[in-house]
């Protein structure tokens, strides 16, 4: 299976910018999926994520500015980012196919697949 990420780029403080990713090589359709970031040294950090019931959960610092959305048919999702922040500056990351939730809720805390990541930066 591989995941391929696409969209990322340069923009100025709050523009926009549209990520995707697809997903190919599977036999079945990604339970959930979600982006990732990490920005120069820190930690990879959660953005959104979407289970294939169409729930969504993202990270307080996006919340009000990022949309994720799905197409489970395709194993595709995308993640439309607005008012976007110098503090947004990352390598973005897809990762599908859940193995493990957090303990009672559906939240994802382990993935399978993994992209190689698309560079997003924001100037001020």
């Known amino acids: 299976v591989q995941l391929a990420e696409f969209g990322g780029g340069s923009v100025q403080a709050g523009g926009s910018l549209k990520l995707s990713c697809v997903g190919s090589?599977?036999?079945?359709?990604?339970?959930?999926m979600a982006w990732y970031r990490q920005a120069p040294g820190k930690q990879r950090e959660l953005v959104a994520e979407?289970?294939?019931?169409?729930?969504?959960n993202y990270a307080d610092s996006v919340v009000g500015r990022f949309i994720i959305s799905g197409d489970s048919a395709k194993n595709a999702m995308s993640l439309q980012m607005s008012a976007l922040k110098p503090e947004d500056t990352a390598v973005y990351y897809c990762?599908?196919?859940?193995?493990?939730?957090?303990?009672?809720?559906?939240?994802?805390?382990?993935?399978?697949?993994w992209g190689q990541g698309t560079q997003v930066t924001v100037s001020p």
């Open positions: 979407i289970a294939n019931s169409g729930s969504t």
């Open positions: 990762a599908a196919e859940c193995r493990q939730t957090r303990g009672s809720v559906w939240y994802c805390a382990a993935f399978d697949f």
């Open positions: 090589g599977a036999t079945y359709t990604f339970n959930h």
